[in-house]
């Protein structure tokens, strides 16, 4: 009689799922894997193990799954996006022709800001300003159409190369221009 076979299933033909954007925390970032196979959940460091790489820092990072156990064999590589920490809007003053925005500082693994204003809550047709000095903590609106309501959003952004990397946009804040 001949011993049963056994058929391992590659790890390819199973469905991951991470998130595809993460947060700069400060430590190696290691997004909880999910998998699974025609519905059926995988266990991670049961069925795959997952290894990282360049996961400390913000930018690409990669991640490595691998069959293990009984059920699974060979590989399968991800990329995944590590953005850089939010702030949010810390003031809105007026000035005599325009609107100050200040904000909380986030220099580490920033190279700058975006804030982007509208006279529409839902940001549409919203215009964008690009700060590119990651010490910069405000930023003077001149030429705002008076009597006007205005909403603000600021995000955190790092270039590498040519890719930038953008941390979410803050809650929005209104002021009136004055």
Request: glycine share 8%; with cysteine.
């Amino acid at each position: 009689m001949f011993p049963p076979v056994t058929f391992k299933l590659p790890i390819e033909y199973c469905d991951f799922d991470f998130g595809e954007s993460h947060v700069y925390t400060g430590s190696p970032v290691k997004p909880k894997v999910v998998g699974s196979y025609d519905g059926r959940p995988l266990t991670a460091d049961i069925d795959f193990s997952v290894s990282y790489k360049n996961n400390d820092k913000v930018g690409e990072a990669t991640m490595t799954i691998n069959g293990m156990g009984s059920g699974y064999t060979g590989s399968q590589t991800f990329s995944f996006d590590i953005c850089p920490e939010g702030t949010e809007i810390d003031t809105i003053k007026a000035l005599k022709n325009g609107l100050r925005v200040s904000w909380e500082p986030q220099d580490e693994q920033t190279t700058g800001y975006q804030i982007r204003y509208s006279d529409n809550r839902d940001m549409e047709d919203a215009e964008t300003v690009t700060i590119k000095d990651n010490t910069m903590t405000y930023y003077d609106f001149t030429d705002l159409n008076p009597r006007r309501h205005y909403f603000f959003q600021i995000r955190t952004y790092t270039k590498i190369g040519d890719d930038k990397f953008r941390s979410s946009w803050s809650s929005k804040e209104m002021s009136d221009a004055d």
